[in-house]
Nanobody, 120 residues
Framework: QVRPVESGGGLVQAGGSLRLSCAAS????????INWSRQAPGKQRELVAS???????TYADTVKGRFTISRDNVKNTGFLQMNSLEPEDTGVYYC??????????????WGQGTQVTVSS
C-alpha cells in the first residue's frame, strides 16, 4: 500500500520560504499524479498544486507565481517549493497520490500532513 510521508513544514515569517517533500515507497511512483492540498482550522481543504505523469502542473490562483510543484521519480519524492509566504498560507499541507484511470486500477493515497505556520 502506498503511504506518502510529508516533511519540511515549520514556522516561517511572512516573505520567507519553505520546501515541502512528499516521499512514498511506491512501485511505479512516476505514474501517480501528485497533489498538494492544505487545510486551516475551521476551513475547507483546498487543492494547492498538482503535477501529473507528464510533468504538467496546475496551481490554485492564490499561490500561482509563488509556489512551484515538482517531482523526482528516481527518488520517489514530490516537492512543493513555497516562496513569498503569507499568513494566509498557514495550514496543514497534505500530499496526495492518485492513479490516473488510464494507467491502472484506482488509487488514492494521503499522507498525515505537515504543519506550515506563517507569522506576520
Amino acid at each position: 500500500q502506498v503511504r506518502p510521508v510529508e516533511s519540511g513544514g515549520g514556522l516561517v515569517q511572512a516573505g520567507g520560504s519553505l520546501r515541502l517533500s512528499c516521499a512514498a515507497s511506491a512501485i511505479n511512483f512516476r505514474i501517480y499524479t501528485i497533489n498538494w492540498s492544505r487545510q486551516a482550522p475551521g476551513k475547507q481543504r483546498e487543492l494547492v498544486a498538482s503535477i501529473n505523469v507528464g510533468g504538467i502542473t496546475t496551481y490554485a490562483d492564490t499561490v500561482k507565481g509563488r509556489f512551484t510543484i515538482s517531482r523526482d521519480n528516481v527518488k520517489n519524492t514530490g516537492f512543493l517549493q513555497m516562496n513569498s509566504l503569507e499568513p494566509e498560507d498557514t495550514g496543514v499541507y497534505y500530499c496526495n497520490l492518485k492513479t490516473p484511470p488510464a494507467y491502472g486500477p484506482p488509487g488514492d493515497y494521503w499522507g498525515q500532513g505537515t504543519q506550515v505556520t506563517v507569522s506576520s
